[in-house]
């Protein structure tokens, strides 16, 4: 059973929005802090949002700083990633991840549970 399913992910053109959307497979998640994740073709997964299992604390990349958000809801038991002002570099398959302890690093190896990931492609 994968324990997190991305979906929401597509097609859209420069400037517009896109949400993404993380449901775990159980309420376990719940205490867990999640992010979110990219890899472009040819490039290393790097970190794009995270937040701790309780929202009190977000980290996001410098790149997606004031164009995405990170939200828990359903009670924390689904992460969503709003992003906004889309550009072509943000094309990529974007990962939603968890992790069992509090911290919310911002490397993969970090991380214990992964989805499958979902594609966002942004036209110029």
């Known amino acids: 059973q994968v324990p997190l399913v991305e979906s929401g992910g597509g097609l859209v053109q420069t400037g517009g929005s896109l949400g993404l959307s993380c449901a775990p497979s159980?309420?376990?998640?719940?205490?867990?802090?999640m992010a979110w994740f990219r890899q472009a073709p040819g490039k290393e997964r790097e970190s794009v949002a995270s937040i701790t299992w309780n929202c009190d604390s977000t980290h996001y990349a410098d790149s997606v700083k004031s164009r995405f958000t990170i939200s828990r809801v359903n009670d924390g038991a689904t992460v969503t990633l709003q992003m906004t002002n889309l550009k072509p570099e943000d094309t990529a398959v974007y990962f939603c991840a968890a992790r069992k302890t509090y911290t919310i690093p911002r490397n993969t190896r970090s991380y214990d549970y992964w989805g499958q990931g979902t594609q966002v492609a942004v036209s110029s």
């Open positions: 159980t309420r376990t998640f719940l205490v867990y802090p």
